[in-house]
C-alpha cells in the first residue's frame, strides 16, 4: 500500500543522504518523503537543512528546483 511505498522512499532517500549528504536535493526530496510516511519532525529538519544548502552553495547546477524549494519552505512553516 501507500505508507509501505512512503517507508520505502523515506528509507531509500535516508541512505542517499547518508551518501551525499551536501545535496540540497537529495535532502529536499528526503523531506517530502519523510512527511509522507508521517515523520513530520525529521522532514523539518530536512528541509531546514535543505534550504540552508542550497543558500550556501554558489554551484547553479547544485541548486533546489524552484518547485521544490517552495514545497520545502511551505513544509518548514508548518503546513501540510
Known sequence: GSKEAA??????YRRA???YPNSP???????LALAADGQR???IRQAEIALR???QTPHVDKKLP?????R?????????
Do not use: I, M, Q, Y
Request: aromatic share 0%; proline share 6%; charged share 30%.
Open 7 to 12: 517507508t520505502a522512499a523515506a528509507n531509500h
Open 53 to 55: 544548502l542550497d543558500d
Open 66 to 70: 524552484p518547485e521544490l524549494k517552495e
Open 17 to 19: 543522504v547518508s551518501l
Open 41 to 43: 519532525e525529521l522532514a
Open 25 to 31: 536535493t537529495l535532502r529536499g526530496e528526503s523531506a
Open 72 to 80: 520545502l519552505a511551505r513544509l518548514k512553516d508548518g503546513a501540510p
